[in-house]
């Protein structure tokens, strides 16, 4: 099985370090929590292009960005029994050196480090399963012939429609249960 597992927001608490870096730029209180949907540009009212590069400053900062979970190396870890783990991120070129320290960090093993272009674009790529938070890739995924996917809940994803072939998973310890019921 080839497993697709994004940074931002299902190993990387990205956002964290975002609202952190907003709420002293802007003097707002923005938390985590707040962001309940998946453009939260929207719910900070700030533009898209000011909420990216946010986020590349945040990843400049990425010894401050927090794991989403505890112990999350050995949890990753237990995917390497299912086949190979791949990271696949939408980072933007200038933070990728970050984002492996990071993942050095919190000892996470992957076979393969793969930046795309975009989030939808994640769906093109030749994977069994992607683990994603992204509610926007879900309908991608699931509309391939053979696509799988576990969306991991975050406060931005919490309202999205489940699909056919589309699992959803609280904590990392849910998810290999899930990747057990997909039929190879």
Not at 153 to 170: E, G, H, Q, Y
Request: charged share 30%; aromatic share 12%; glycine share 4%.
């Amino acid at each position: 099985m080839r497993i697709a597992v994004d940074l931002d927001g299902v190993l990387a608490d990205t956002m964290v370090t975002w609202c952190r870096i907003l709420n002293s730029k802007r003097s707002m209180n923005v938390t985590v929590d707040s962001l309940v949907k998946w453009r939260a540009w929207e719910i900070a009212h700030v533009s898209k292009d000011e909420f990216y590069r946010i986020l590349d400053k945040s990843w400049y900062e990425w010894e401050n960005i927090p794991p989403t979970e505890e112990d999350l190396g050995r949890k990753v870890g237990r995917l390497s029994q299912f086949g190979l783990v791949d990271i696949v991120t939408g980072r933007s070129k200038e933070t990728i050196r970050f984002a492996r320290s990071w993942l050095k960090k919190y000892e996470i093993r992957y076979d393969s480090f793969v930046r795309t272009q975009s989030t939808n674009a994640k769906a093109e790529l030749d994977y069994d399963l992607f683990i994603d938070d992204s509610p926007d890739l879900m309908p991608l995924v699931a509309s391939k012939v053979d696509g799988w996917a576990i969306l991991y809940t975050r406060p931005w994803n919490r309202d999205a429609s489940l699909l056919p072939r589309v699992f959803r998973a609280d904590k990392w310890d849910e998810i290999p249960k899930l990747v057990e019921r997909i039929p190879l």
